[in-house]
């Protein structure tokens, strides 16, 4: 499974060459998506935002008819994000864009006229991040006059495949045995996101916190007995962060580039890799679900009906 991280370069690539349909100017944004669908929502807070952004990882959507709605789900069936699209529709938005590979969202999207971006099919959602955050980041560029370097997305991982490699097999090695909690400031999404990535190929416990706000708190944990099953593993962005790690004797993991898209592309590439590699040290099928697709079709049928 590896493999499929191993292919990112190619996906960002594919994804940058991919023709984007038309894309009006947008005074406001809002992203519907929710799991690997909604992590890529989440990262783009990292950029610079030139215009109003809202983010919705739920069915609970407030939106107005001002606001150009992005609305993405890989499967095109997931419940929270077509209740958030319907719920859109209703309070008079005209301009959705869908990112999906199929599904009933799809078909809304073709009814509609909505724009539409398709993804490739016969993968699990979170091993599509470089497609969807790609599109994003050209929709961005489109609908807001931005010029943000989509290849940057492609040169944060071909720059320095081998060492993002090799920092991914270190930080395996020391989860193995503990319970990794991932600390970020600035850079938070990345820490959820390698939380999530150990928690789904891995099916492994993980969880991220948010520094400076856990040096008033969550740290004093290291310094019980308990604090023993935890690993600290800190992305740091500032001088803070830094000592926050030599105090709790945290793992680091440095953003290689300046950056912020070679670093977003990078450091994903790391949690990735790392969590399949987790996922092999522990006899572990990572691409395989098993309770998460159950609890999918059991909000569908309380959302949707069925």
């Known amino acids: 499974m590896s493999n499929v991280y191993e292919r990112w370069k190619e996906f960002y690539e ?19 998506g929710i799991g690997g669908s909604g992590i890529p929502g989440e990262v783009l807070k990292l950029l610079d935002l030139p215009v109003e952004y809202k983010l919705f990882r739920s069915y609970k959507v407030n939106v107005d008819s001002k606001t150009t709605v992005v609305a993405v789900s890989y499967s095109g069936n997931t419940a929270e994000t077509l209740a958030g699209v319907k719920r859109a529709q209703e309070l008079g938005v005209k301009e959705i864009i869908v990112i999906t590979s199929g599904g ?73 045995g503990k319970v990794p909690i991932f600390y970020a400031s600035d850079l938070l999404p990345i820490a959820e996101r390698f939380k999530q990535e150990v928690n789904e190929n891995a099916k492994y416990p993980a969880f991220f916190s948010q520094l400076p706000e856990a040096n008033h708190n969550e740290i004093e944990l290291y310094s019980s007995q308990q604090g023993n099953q935890f690993i600290p593993i800190v992305i740091p962005s500032d001088k803070i962060d830094e000592a926050t790690a030599s105090l709790i004797n945290a793992e680091l993991i440095y953003p290689p580039y300046k950056s912020i898209l070679k670093n977003i592309s990078g450091m994903f590439l790391i949690a990735g890799l790392a969590s399949v590699k987790l996922a092999s040290q522990l006899n572990i099928k990572a691409e395989e679900l098993r309770i998460i697709p159950k609890i999918r079709e059991r909000t569908h049928n309380l959302l949707m009906g069925g």
């Open 14 to 32: 594919d994804a940058i060459s991919r023709d984007i349909p038309g894309v009006k100017t947008a005074e406001k944004i809002a992203y519907f």
């Open 104 to 176: 009933k969202l799809k078909e809304i999207a073709e009814s509609k006229g909505y724009p539409l971006l398709s993804l490739p099919q016969g993968y699990q959602t979170r091993f599509i991040f470089p497609y969807i955050f790609t599109y994003l980041v050209r929709i961005l560029n489109q609908s807001t006059g931005s010029n943000y370097r989509v290849q940057d997305l492609v040169d944060g991982i071909q720059d320095n495949f081998t060492m993002l490699s090799e920092v991914s097999t270190r930080i395996a090695n020391r989860i193995t």
